[in-house]
């Protein structure tokens, strides 16, 4: 594995993880954030959510579509 293409996603995906963690403590700690409202818990699973489908895509377009032009995955 070509460890130029894997760092740049640890760096973004770890600071953003890193920093979205940080706002989400301090929504729980300055009462902006409650699990026990909806709305809230939906807001916390679309965050996740937005974040797993970026990170995913983020592979995607790194790893694999780089042998689209050969003519083939991988």
Not at 15 to 24: D, E, K, R, S, T
Not at 37 to 52: F, H, K, M, S, W
Not at 58 to 71: I, K, N, P, Y
């Amino acid at each position: 594995m070509n460890m130029l293409r894997v760092w740049p996603i640890v760096c973004q995906f770890g600071v953003g993880a890193v920093l979205c963690l940080v706002g989400i403590w301090a929504g729980f700690r300055g009462g902006y954030l409650n699990l026990r409202i909806a709305e809230d818990r939906r807001l916390l699973v679309t965050l996740i959510a937005g974040y797993l489908l970026l990170l995913a895509g983020a592979c995607v377009f790194t790893f694999l579509s780089t042998h689209w032009a050969e003519g083939g995955a991988r």
